[in-house]
């Protein structure tokens, strides 16, 4: 034997689904009327949906019908609300529920709810038996224009956001605007703040939009809200399909995040939103770019004043921080992102509205718009 | 608004690599040649091998370099030995130190050891930070010539089999068939047994060869080793690149496993090799093939009479499991197959040498091959 090698090439496939729907309904709310669960033929359904969401009035119809978690064939498992509960806990609590009821791998997940809700039912059909089919109904703002669109899946580890996950797309999502009526203020407000940051890399009318009418927006006006919602779900699709691993562009999706999820880190997971903490993200990612001159103050003051009118925090030195060196703690967090690939911190900056680039800084950078 | 949809296509890409090169070195095992420890340019990599390879002499070398896990850029983990660390918690355990140590998406994950390194290693990279490159040292016969290839990857859950994981090939795979040379005869044995499949499956020399040379095999004689890990080596290549996913023939790599699993469920993970409980699920499925009269009596017996040479279990109530109603129980664990799609028993059988077929089956049609 001499040395020798050869090579595998694999299939151009995908992870679970090459394809993924969105389909817009205008309607209230109706999970009934779109699963009729305990139907007695075709896939089996295990639904994923969490406290909060299934004590709301439209969905209480649709979880009345499931005994003990059973419907027929199709399963209900209800976890808890909100951040706390993105744990790899939650995950296997899924997997191990699918395989106590028999659940195969092509039967289907259903995740009911928002980001958190989308993320583990997802991660959990990615590792399930290797791999089963999922589909999302997301019930929060953040989720339909975000969240639930792109086939990013996780949860948070170790106290650090999204550190496992992986890339497995829904391959249906049900969109109901009218989901937002139900939200609280600040979950309506922590969705607001992804659509615009969709407005600042990709849509100049929509930019305009949150500039001409902050009122229809902030009283949820149905007419604004059907024109956001699709605009967002579009532009993110678009991202997506030219960079579904994130090699390049798909990375502008994450202005904002890197000091945005730091400052979750350093807040404490769930202690504050997902939207605040990318809203105040996208405050310190303009000021840099105007502080290093990539784009015009004016531009950045522009956009500044108009998160004033939507209740973000601009401030250097976020208002929901506590105790010393708060600079230091939140770049320190901000080494610990995904996309650093050495010990630089890899930024999202602007040159202008819809004009955006990627960049390795030093901490001596960045400090100076945490102050 | 009005209900409308839209779809997202995603590229044809794949999770983490689309091609694996294999690499025989035929010399004595030296990893400090291949990977040069603590250099200081290009990926950093995060070693995963277990307590029985970090002892091997020809490993020593190796592992001495590294200083409470460290040695320069590098990491070196090991872990416990054995299926009964193939855990989730393992998995884990191994994100939560690349996390610690600092570890970026574009760095590298290598696994040196047996299946169960490479299946968790292989794991634990396909979920970090959605995905980062692997690399595995396959050190046992039954990782060089399957469970290294094909970018199956996973852990035990809930007490069965492989329950969740993902398909994420390695990048790089080196096989270096003087391992053999270290392994126990039980490991050596287990190793045999899948590459007895593929003869079966694929193979007419290599069936062949096992029928003439059970003294040379069975005695490492590295003439014989050096032409069988090459031909497995190539023919599970050949079908991964055909069916990458496991959507038809590459289920027939599952030949004796739908039985062997379930015998290692009833034995106890860890209490059985994987290569005894496939070998024995092998002659199971040739018994049953024969009893249905898909293959010839006299095929079976042949094949029957061989796996006797090489010490594997022929019986139908196995030797290695005590209490009552084996049968049962086995059948039992079977409906748990991830290949099984509704009350059926999916099941790998063959019509002769060679000449493979899927059939879903009863519990009556499989039970009296249990007796």
């Given at each position: 034997?001499?040395?020798?090698?050869f090579?595998?090439?694999?299939?151009p496939?995908?992870p679970?689904?090459?394809?993924?729907?969105?389909?817009?309904?205008?309607?209230?709310?109706?999970?009934c009327?779109?699963?009729?669960p305990?139907r007695?033929?075709?896939?089996?359904?295990f639904?994923?949906t969490d406290?909060?969401?299934a004590?709301l009035?439209?969905?209480?119809?649709f979880?009345?019908?499931?005994?003990?978690?059973?419907?027929?064939?199709?399963?209900l498992?209800?976890?808890?609300?909100?951040?706390?509960?993105?744990?790899?806990?939650?995950?296997?609590?899924?997997?191990?529920?699918?395989?106590?009821e028999?659940?195969a791998?092509?039967?289907?997940?259903v995740?009911?709810?928002?980001?958190?809700?989308?993320d583990?039912?997802?991660?959990?059909?990615?590792?399930?038996?290797?791999g089963?089919s999922?589909e999302?109904?997301?019930t929060?703002?953040?989720?339909?224009?975000?969240?639930s669109?792109?086939?990013?899946?996780?949860?948070d580890?170790?106290?650090?956001k999204?550190?496992?996950?992986?890339?497995?797309?829904?391959?249906?999502?049900?969109?109901?605007p009218?989901?937002?009526?139900?939200l609280?203020s600040?979950?309506?407000?922590?969705?607001?703040?992804?659509?615009?940051?969709?407005?600042?890399?990709?849509?100049?009318?929509?930019?305009?939009?949150?500039?001409?009418k902050s009122?229809?927006?902030?009283?949820?006006?149905p007419?604004?809200i059907?024109?956001?919602?699709?605009?967002?779900?579009?532009?993110?699709?678009?991202?997506?399909?030219?960079d579904?691993?994130?090699?390049n562009i798909?990375?502008?999706?994450?202005?904002?995040?890197?000091f945005?999820?730091?400052?979750?880190?350093?807040?404490?997971?769930?202690?504050?939103?997902?939207?605040?903490?990318?809203?105040?993200?996208?405050?310190?990612?303009?000021?840099?770019?105007?502080?290093?001159n990539?784009?015009s103050?004016?531009?950045?003051?522009?956009?500044?004043?108009?998160?004033l009118?939507?209740?973000w925090?601009t401030?250097?030195m976020?208002?929901?921080?506590?105790?010393?060196?708060?600079?230091?703690?939140?770049?320190?967090?901000?080494?610990?992102?995904?996309?650093?690939?050495?010990?630089?911190i890899c930024?999202?900056l602007?040159?202008?509205?819809?004009?955006?680039?990627i960049?390795?800084m030093d901490?001596?950078?960045?400090?100076?718009?945490l102050?």
């Amino acid at each position: 034997m001499k040395q020798s090698s050869f090579s595998i090439k694999y299939q151009p496939v995908h992870p679970g689904t090459e394809n993924t729907t969105i389909i817009f309904h205008p309607e209230t709310p109706d999970l009934c009327a779109i699963f009729t669960p305990g139907r007695t033929s075709g896939e089996r359904r295990f639904f994923v949906t969490d406290g909060t969401v299934a004590r709301l009035p439209c969905i209480q119809q649709f979880t009345a019908l499931f005994d003990d978690g059973r419907c027929g064939r199709d399963y209900l498992l209800v976890i808890g609300s909100g951040e706390p509960y993105k744990t790899i806990e939650s995950v296997l609590t899924i997997v191990k529920a699918a395989l106590k009821e028999g659940f195969a791998r092509k039967d289907i997940f259903v995740g009911i709810g928002g980001g958190v809700i989308s993320d583990i039912t997802g991660f959990a059909a990615s590792i399930f038996k290797r791999g089963t089919s999922v589909e999302f109904v997301p019930t929060t703002l953040l989720s339909m224009v975000d969240a639930s669109i792109g086939g990013k899946t996780g949860c948070d580890f170790d106290n650090y956001k999204n550190m496992i996950g992986s890339f497995f797309p829904a391959r249906t999502i049900h969109i109901f605007p009218r989901f937002v009526e139900s939200l609280s203020s600040s979950q309506y407000n922590s969705g607001l703040a992804e659509a615009f940051k969709t407005a600042l890399l990709y849509d100049r009318d929509l930019y305009t939009i949150f500039l001409e009418k902050s009122e229809s927006i902030l009283s949820r006006d149905p007419a604004v809200i059907n024109e956001i919602i699709p605009r967002c779900a579009h532009a993110k699709a678009k991202i997506v399909e030219n960079d579904f691993m994130e090699n390049n562009i798909r990375m502008y999706l994450n202005f904002g995040h890197t000091f945005g999820h730091a400052l979750e880190t350093v807040v404490g997971l769930g202690n504050i939103t997902h939207g605040s903490a990318v809203a105040w993200g996208i405050g310190r990612a303009l000021s840099l770019s105007a502080r290093k001159n990539f784009c015009s103050q004016s531009y950045c003051d522009e956009v500044l004043k108009m998160m004033l009118l939507y209740g973000w925090d601009t401030e250097g030195m976020p208002h929901c921080v506590t105790g010393g060196d708060v600079g230091g703690r939140i770049i320190k967090a901000m080494h610990k992102d995904k996309k650093n690939s050495n010990s630089k911190i890899c930024l999202i900056l602007q040159k202008g509205l819809n004009d955006t680039f990627i960049l390795e800084m030093d901490d001596d950078d960045i400090l100076p718009v945490l102050k």
